[in-house]
């Protein structure tokens, strides 16, 4: 009797490759919103993930000397962090915010720009957000930028010479799943740098569809940290994300309007 042998889904023949560096997670994970530092730890643990964002504005990596340190539970050694500027609504604090990233780092580079336009959608102002990489690339930052779903002004972020371009599929914070996948797509096929969504997924089934789609990874925070249990729904991503990436790579059949019988009986011996 042959036996079959059964193994785990290899990402490392299939990297996500950002700046030159590779990594075998297309999961990618915030650090707000949790309960307390342990359930950081343990639901990025589970995530798979290993580039965890980091808010420079609200989280405390050493500039606080007196309160919880999140790298005491989110080692650099082991994570690549990526400093975002969440909270900012101008290209001036944006900048420096990155800047004082760089600093708190040592000499960190890579990072999240994201530069919002209004407290309520928290669409990001792409006036702003364009001032701010011009001088950011001109710092030497390696940009990922948070964007709309626009894919002119996603083509233009990655003329400007960001390292990956993140449009958002639905508000951030709404979990209301892809909105505008036709928009995606059109991203992803005249992208020649990653493109990761960014804002909007609300469960598996979000994470796969934007996988589906040929993204190259995600970014999620509230879709884990808001969930009922978050260490098991960030287990749930990373298993959502790495489907999502095989179901893309093997190549779905084409949709039709009617059936095509599993089992065709031309050449039956009957």
């Known amino acids: 009797m042959s036996t079959v042998m059964q193994s785990k889904p290899d990402t490392l ?7 030159g560096v590779e990594y075998s997670s297309r999961l990618l994970v915030g650090t707000g919103k949790y309960r307390d530092m342990d359930e950081t730890r343990e639901a990025t643990q589970a995530s798979g993930a290993e580039i965890v964002t980091v808010a420079i504005r609200r989280t405390n990596i050493g500039q606080n000397k007196d309160e919880p340190n999140l790298l ?3 080692s650099p050694d082991r994570y690549t962090l990526l400093p975002n500027t969440a909270g900012c609504y101008t290209a001036e604090d944006a900048v420096r915010t990155c800047l004082l990233a760089r600093e708190l780092l040592d000499g960190h580079d890579l990072v999240k720009l994201e530069v919002l336009g209004d407290e309520k959608t928290l669409f990001p102002d792409i006036t702003q957000t364009l001032q701010a990489t011009e001088t950011l690339v001109k ?6 930028v948070y964007t ?15 390292v990956a371009v993140m449009p958002l599929a639905a508000p951030i914070g709404s979990g209301l799943g892809i909105r505008n996948p036709y928009n995606i797509m059109t991203i992803v096929e005249n992208a020649t740098v990653p493109i990761l969504v960014d804002a909007g997924v609300g469960t598996a089934s979000d994470a796969a569809i934007a996988m589906e789609l040929g993204c190259d990874g995600i970014l999620m925070n509230t879709a884990i940290a808001g969930a009922r249990d978050p260490v098991l729904m960030a287990s749930a991503m990373k298993k959502a994300v790495e489907a999502g990436r095989e179901a893309f790579r093997a ?3 084409p949709r039709k309007r009617f059936a095509s019988a599993s089992s065709p009986i031309d050449g039956a011996f009957f």
């Not at 023949?13 to 700046?19: E, H, N, Q, R």
């Not at 710092?139 to 990922?144: A, D, L, N, T, V």
């Not at 709309?148 to 960001?162: L, S, T």
């Open 13 to 19: 023949d299939d990297p996500l490759v950002i700046a």
């Open 72 to 74: 005491d539970v989110i």
């Open 139 to 144: 710092e030497g930052f390696k940009i990922m």
């Open 148 to 162: 709309n779903d626009d894919p002119i002004v996603a083509r233009r972020f990655e003329e400007m010479g960001c």
């Open 251 to 253: 190549g779905r059949i």
